[in-house]
């Protein structure tokens, strides 16, 4: 079956501490991935996108993600968090030929000040 | 500005009183879809539509009914509302269906937080 997992429910870090936030997928074939934030009381944004081409994607805001296919992972980084990156933030998946996307349950990040 | 709006925001009702949550979105986008969001599982999808009076079942459709008659309107109706149906509920829209490279982001709506007693 199609899943999306986040094993990183909540992560605690101190600001200009290094991210890394794990997300797994299980899809067969083909697969668009995309990582989503989501500010306190805000909606979703899109931070990221994978279709193709080079694994390693940069988004906004200095996050990026790397696709490991082998590994079935798509883990976003930043090397440096800041406390405005406090928020929840959602892996989701997508077979490239199908409209429906599966999201991650999610990883709420909060960082001291 | 091109956004998607849903209404209301904010919703307390009874068990078995319908209601309908409006979404509107004015980036003539033909896919829309709406989402619950529930603490500890993400984001399902309940319904999607790729164009008007084409709309499909996502993962938890039981519970809602959708319509799409106009192309910039998907309103989600809960026919007869139960507390299972409390959640944070997202509409979203694209140009094309998502896959499609380079139009396939979607945007969200701002989110309705529905509670059914």
């Known amino acids: 079956a199609q899943s999306v997992s986040q094993h990183n429910h909540h992560v605690i870090l101190s600001e200009a501490a290094s991210l890394e936030l794990g997300c797994n997928y299980s899809y067969g074939g083909t697969v668009n991935l995309f990582w989503y934030v989501q500010y306190p009381g805000q909606h979703l944004q899109l931070l990221l996108k994978?279709?193709?081409?080079?694994?390693l994607v940069k988004g906004i805001k200095g996050f990026e993600a790397e696709f490991i296919k082998s590994k079935f992972s798509f883990n976003l980084r930043k090397p440096s968090v800041q406390w405005s990156d406090t928020a929840e933030y959602f892996c989701a998946a997508q077979g490239s030929s199908a409209s429906k996307i599966i999201f991650g349950s999610g990883t709420r990040l909060s960082i001291r000040p | 500005e091109a956004q998607v709006t849903q209404n209301p925001r904010y919703l307390i009702t009874v068990t078995g009183k319908k209601l309908t949550v409006t979404c509107s979105q004015n980036?003539?986008?033909?896919?829309m879809s709406w989402y619950r969001q529930d603490p500890g599982l993400g984001l399902r999808q309940i319904y999607y539509?790729?164009?008007?009076?084409?709309?499909d079942k996502g993962d938890v459709p039981e519970g809602y009914k959708v319509s799409r008659k106009e192309k910039r309107n998907f309103p989600l109706i809960l026919e007869s509302p139960s507390p299972n149906q409390t959640s944070l509920y997202f509409c979203?829209?694209?140009?094309?269906?998502?896959?499609?490279?380079?139009?396939?982001?979607?945007?969200f709506g701002p989110g309705t937080r529905l509670l059914v007693l």
């Open positions: 539509s790729m164009n008007v009076e084409v709309t």
């Open positions: 980036m003539n986008h033909e896919y």
């Open positions: 979203a829209s694209s140009l094309y269906p998502s896959g499609t490279p380079g139009q396939e982001t979607q945007y």
């Open positions: 994978y279709f193709s081409g080079d694994p």
